[in-house]
């Protein structure tokens, strides 16, 4: 019996050190990568005011810049969320690094798959290159893609979704150009290096922006094909100057209506300006 319970010991304490060390190997990756993001700043030359834009689309800054002068160079914002996974909502708790010029972020999240069964999660895009990598524990690979086309516009489009958290990277600009749809709707195009996107941008009565919707390329048994992609924004409060949405839904549009797989908060967003 002792010799038994010895080799459990020795057993357990294989597994705690390996689960230790793929952790601590995932956040090292994760810092590394934020590092590579900080290294990318470079300063955006704003070329039209805001007077200049579509009716809808400078209403929005108005509201949402109180000093439209005031620009962010970079944000770090933590979220309390759900994602839904294998037909049911899972907790996720998600640190999300940011820069504005050149656009990039890195998105690093914890999802509990189960109960002491954690999914580790990286989404990021860096020097214009997208990639995803998941695990369990940092020891057992789900997913480790990065680089393709489809991959880069779908993360440089999620950049410009996310961008209502730092509105003033939507000034216009040689990367940034706005289009009117009509009086409450815009369409707004984002070009970072050979990749250009656009989503359009819906405002209610009071210029907040409460819809965000185009298509974007999503990963189908292996293939990429586009499909209808919507962010739902509410509960607007100001941060630092910005007037930001702070709660919101994220969901695919399939040929039976909305999919959501992503709904949560902002608990907590960090800027740093340009001087």
Known sequence: MRTVFVAVIVIVAAIVAAVIGGNARWRRHTAQMVDRLSATHAARAHELSIDQLPAPAARYLRKALLHPLRRVRSAVATQDASFFINGGWRPLLATQHFTTAPPGFVWDAR??????????????????????????????????????????????????????????????????????????????????????VSLVFEFDGKDDVVRISGDRYK?????????????????????????????????????????????????????????
């Open 111 to 196: 999802i509990e798959m189960a109960p002491l069964v954690p999914a580790q999660v990286r989404d990021a895009y860096v020097s214009g290159r997208a990639s995803m990598q998941a695990s369990i524990y940092g020891l057992y690979s789900i997913v480790d893609v990065s680089g393709t086309p489809e991959l880069n516009a779908g993360a440089l489009q999620r950049f410009l979704g996310e961008a209502v958290w730092f509105p003033s990277a939507l000034l216009p600009s040689r990367e940034i150009a706005w289009d009117a749809r009509d009086d409450r709707s815009a369409t707004v195009t984002l070009t970072d290096g050979a990749t250009r």
């Open 219 to 275: 990963e189908t048994n292996g293939s990429y094909v586009m499909q209808p992609w919507v962010i739902e924004c509410s509960n607007h409060q100001d941060r630092s100057g910005m007037r930001i949405p702070t709660v919101c839904e994220v969901a695919w549009i399939g040929a039976k209506g909305p999919e959501p797989y992503w709904r949560g908060r902002i608990t907590s967003i960090d800027y740093n300006f340009w001087h």
